[in-house]
């Protein structure tokens, strides 16, 4: 396995590499999706509503919780997810710093 020599870049990069590959997959984007469009927590199944596997629908909530997007409080037997308002905003303020970047006057190709 290759080394990725993340030491060399500043902690901002590492910070917005991490955000773009905890979105850089499709079921992970479809999850948020679908908790945004309820507007509350969700404890349904979401194979169901994704047509995925269990295990996978869980890999990717496992993902999208370390990365704090999400958060999850257990009821019983069923864990409720939701959107943690906070990490979200802050995911938007990086993005919105990185893409408002100047590509100067000069066309290039």
């Known amino acids: 396995m290759g080394v990725t020599k993340t030491e060399l870049f500043n902690e901002r990069k ?3 590499a991490i955000m773009f590959k905890v979105l ?3 079921a992970r984007l479809a999850i948020l999706q679908y908790i945004i469009n309820q507007k509350a927590c969700i404890c ?3 194979v ?3 047509g995925l596997a269990q295990a996978t629908i869980s890999q990717h909530l496992k993902e999208l919780k370390n990365s704090g997007l999400i958060q999850g409080t257990i009821d019983g037997k069923s864990v409720c997810y939701c959107i943690d308002e906070m990490v979200w905003n802050d995911f938007a303020d990086e993005f919105k710093g990185f893409f408002a970047q ?3 006057d000069e066309k290039c190709c």
């Open 14 to 16: 590492n910070k917005l």
């Open 48 to 50: 169901d509503e994704l």
């Open 102 to 104: 100047s590509l100067g």
């Open 24 to 26: 850089a997959h499709p």
């Open 44 to 46: 349904n199944d979401l």
